[in-house]
């Protein structure tokens, strides 16, 4: 392998939030990093695995055998301790289709409406994996976590999904009030990077 000839990695994310959030992130890495949307369409795999490392992993190996290619996937979700858990692995479907990601908020928020603030503890939750067709059945893992509760209200207009109803253990803020770089910091998928980022860079230079 060439270090010299940056290897292509695909972001293999058709969530727009997402990408930004990890071009940021491997920024440091030197890698070509592409994202779906530069590619010929391809429909998303169907995400039935039972944990977030199980849809990560059939996503990154989804995406890299059929561009073959080094892919890197994630799959994350909220963890609501009083919902037993979810919305969980079905966080982008949390209501079923057809809602946008204010309508599972604000659906968020009204279930949760009767539960006092001891009790609204959350977590965000981030495996990543990446796969490459000369792996086989081997793969690179991380998982990320950022520690919180859910707001009683929305606040802020930044990042994606969730974000403005999560409050960050010792913040006052949601992560939709705080910029890119200061999510970055303390986010379950920058915590995720940055997990996975030396196994990664040692793989690109097939070490
Ligand atoms: P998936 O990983 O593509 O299956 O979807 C994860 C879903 O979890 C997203 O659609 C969001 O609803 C939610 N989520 C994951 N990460 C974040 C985040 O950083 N901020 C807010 N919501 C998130």
Same mark, same amino acid.
């Given at each position: @392998?060439?270090?010299?000839?940056?290897?292509?990695?695909?972001?293999?994310?058709?969530n727009?939030?997402k990408?930004?959030?990890f071009?940021r992130?491997?920024? &440091?890495?030197?890698?070509?990093?592409?994202?779906?949307?530069e590619?010929? $369409?391809? *429909?998303?795999?169907?995400?039935d695995?039972?944990?977030? =490392?199980?849809?990560?992993?059939? #996503?990154?190996?989804?995406?890299?055998? $059929?561009?073959d290619?080094?892919?890197?996937?994630? *799959?994350?979700?909220?963890?609501? *301790?009083?919902?037993?858990?979810?919305?969980?692995? $079905?966080?982008?479907?949390y209501?079923?289709d057809?809602?946008s990601?204010?309508?599972?908020?604000?659906?968020?928020?009204?279930? @949760?409406?009767?539960?006092?603030?001891?009790?609204?503890?959350?977590r965000?939750?981030?495996?990543?994996?990446?796969?490459?067709?000369? @792996?086989?059945?081997?793969?690179? &893992?991380a =998982?990320?976590?950022?520690?919180?509760?859910?707001a009683?209200? #929305?606040?802020?207009?930044?990042?994606?999904?969730?974000?403005?109803?999560?409050?960050?253990?010792?913040?006052?803020?949601?992560?939709?009030? @705080? *910029?890119?770089?200061? #999510?970055?910091?303390?986010? $379950?998928?920058?915590?995720?990077?940055?997990?996975?980022?030396?196994?990664?860079?040692? =793989?690109?230079?097939?070490?």
């Amino acid at each position: @392998m060439n270090p010299a000839i940056p290897q292509r990695v695909l972001i293999a994310t058709q969530n727009s939030g997402k990408v930004r959030e990890f071009r940021r992130l491997l920024e &440091h890495i030197p890698a070509q990093f592409v994202g779906l949307e530069e590619l010929p $369409h391809v *429909d998303a795999p169907s995400e039935d695995g039972a944990t977030f =490392l199980d849809n990560a992993r059939l #996503k990154a190996r989804y995406y890299s055998e $059929h561009f073959d290619s080094a892919a890197l996937a994630d *799959d994350s979700g909220l963890v609501v *301790d009083a919902l037993d858990g979810a919305p969980g692995v $079905h966080s982008a479907r949390y209501g079923g289709d057809g809602l946008s990601d204010e309508d599972r908020t604000n659906l968020l928020l009204s279930t @949760m409406s009767d539960v006092p603030q001891e009790n609204r503890t959350a977590r965000f939750v981030c495996a990543v994996v990446v796969c490459r067709p000369s @792996m086989g059945e081997e793969f690179l &893992h991380a =998982l990320g976590t950022v520690e919180g509760r859910i707001a009683f209200e #929305k606040r802020g207009v930044n990042g994606f999904g969730y974000d403005p109803v999560f409050v960050p253990d010792g913040e006052r803020r949601t992560t939709a009030e @705080m *910029d890119s770089e200061e #999510k970055d910091q303390l986010s $379950h998928r920058g915590n995720a990077i940055r997990a996975i980022a030396p196994a990664l860079e040692r =793989l690109l230079l097939g070490e």
